[in-house]
């Protein structure tokens, strides 16, 4: 349902409330839960990026929350993962241990140390602003999240791991770092991975929430 | 004089430095120090935040100066405020003594904490909240002032009180343990207006690998343009330059740009 009110993801850890804030600041209706019901009923979902992996998903399976997002997945309903969460829609991470993800979008996340390593002078964890060049976006016409994206302007990343999608179509944009292509947007039908900060990368990164709630 | 040509071929595809507005705080002021003592009020500030926002600052650090007196944090409430209208990182710092501090500060709309004396009296607490929070949340937060040995020594409480540590070995042990990120001020730089200590930040990158933000000492573009080409800056904290309104982010973008280095649009 357009327009209806998103349930954020509640982990009871870290900054929640900026994604929240996000929203409201936009005039969209969002709150946050972390009950699986009001998420069903809600029919649409931001997992926020907070915390680190292991922490994230022993929260999400024992709150009932990961079976609800599968279950949302597979009614194809919006789902937007970011940053961490975005990292959580694939199938594991080996961030302090290897640990079960949602498994949404086949793949795994890795280490970024693993493709740049230190002598190439970048680095991890790998905070700053990255524009998504027009021509890194691999099929503008295929991504839902980033029509009306500005492409000029850049976004905030801050992370030590990387996704690895097994289907390179998943990817509809990414960001050059240390000449490893890092993916900055992934899609399956509705289910939206964004490993940056919408809400912290000002009014370029609004335009994502915005298109999002539009789904 | 910086030599465009050579910049652009050792750095290449430099990643962009990231400039951050520094605020120090207490009470309901936003004040401004020479060397971390003598203070002057200099406002509200949620305005100044909100105005550096506009003006396209990459993010905000926010410093509670009294929290020693104290004990604690009091910015939970602004930046519960300011994070209604501000979307870019805000990091605070100042009284962060444990991991509900962390929890609290996150929770009110922090994204990152800068922990200093927090961090000294016990160092297990990166460990514990990088953990818990994840290491991009956490900031060592390093008083730096130079001893006469030539090495510098890490301070506490507003750079008063010194703490015996090496800076250098000291912020290896806090990598080490999990900090995610590292805010250094130069306490013989802060305020003065002659420069980032260089040499210290030049020191550091050679020590530890995560990223570093330079604080203290900004007076002009040429200390930007230094600390970013030699001292190699991840990100600089200005304070005193922007506060006094001596420069703004317009005119330090456009200088950064002739000397061939990218900030944010």
Known sequence: MKNSPIAIVDYGVGNLLSVQRAFHYLNIDAFLTDDPNLIKRAGKVVIPGVGAFPGAMKFLNQSGISDEVKSLAEKNSPILGICLGMQMLFERSEEYEVTEGLGIIKGSVESMRRSIPASTGIKIPQIGWHPLRREEVINPKDSLILKEFDFN???YFVHSYMSRPVEASVIKSYYSLGGVEVPAIVELGNTIGCQFHPEKSGPVGLKILKQFSAL | ?????????????????????????KGENLIKGIQLEGLRVLGNPADFALTYYEQGFDELILMDAVASLYGRNNLLELISSISKNIF????????????????????AGADKVAINTGAILNPDLIKAASEIFGSQSIVLSVEAKKSQSGKWEAYTHNGREPSG????????TGVELGAGEILVTSVDREGTRKGFDVELISELNNHIEVPIIASGGMGGIQHLLDIINIGKADAVAMADYIHYNRGNINEIKKSLAKAGINARH
């Open chain 1, 153 to 155: 302007g850049e976004v």
């Open chain 2, 1 to 25: 004089m910086v030599k465009i040509g050579a910049f652009v071929m050792r750095f290449g595809k430099m990643l962009k430095p990231r400039l951050v507005a520094r605020l120090d705080i």
């Open chain 2, 88 to 107: 870019i990182p805000i990091t605070v710092g100042g009284g962060i003594r444990n991991v509900d501090d962390i929890r609290n500060a996150l929770r």
């Open chain 2, 165 to 172: 540590l090496d800076v250098l070995e000291w912020v290896k």
